[in-house]
């Protein structure tokens, strides 16, 4: 009996794992979407893409330049922290749907209690 409230038991945080690893997983792909599409349209990331130099002409441009350019790096750590989270979501998934097809396998395996056990005659 206690065997059985242990599987029920493991058999949701299985299945949570699963549940809030796709959730991750959707998070970290939206974000990384999202920030993608501001980085697209970030002056500076655009001048860093092309690899060309610019020419300023006041200071105000200097530092409307480099406040973009502040932006474009905080917008790459983010990136790159959307990117983790959802391959952390990808590894619960996949960890918690090896657990569910493990817990099932054993399952399968499990003799049940109503048969009667064979008599060698």
């Not at 918690?96 to 099932?104: A, E, K, S, T």
Request: hydrophobic share 50%; net charge neutral.
């Amino acid at each position: 009996m206690r065997n059985i409230a242990y599987m029920g038991i493991l058999e949701r945080l299985l299945f949570t794992a699963i549940v809030v690893g796709l959730l991750l997983a959707a998070y970290g792909g939206l974000r990384y979407l999202d920030l993608s599409n501001q980085l697209a349209a970030n002056p500076a990331a655009q001048i860093h893409r092309e690899g060309g130099e610019v020419a300023l002409e006041s200071k105000s441009e200097a530092h409307g330049l480099m406040a973009a350019d502040i932006e474009r790096r905080r917008l790459l750590v983010e990136q790159r922290e959307a990117m983790i989270a959802g391959g952390a979501g990808l590894a619960l998934l996949g960890l918690g749907w090896l657990g569910n097809d493990i817990l099932r396998g054993r399952r399968r395996q499990t003799p049940s209690a109503d048969a009667e056990p064979a008599t060698a005659a």
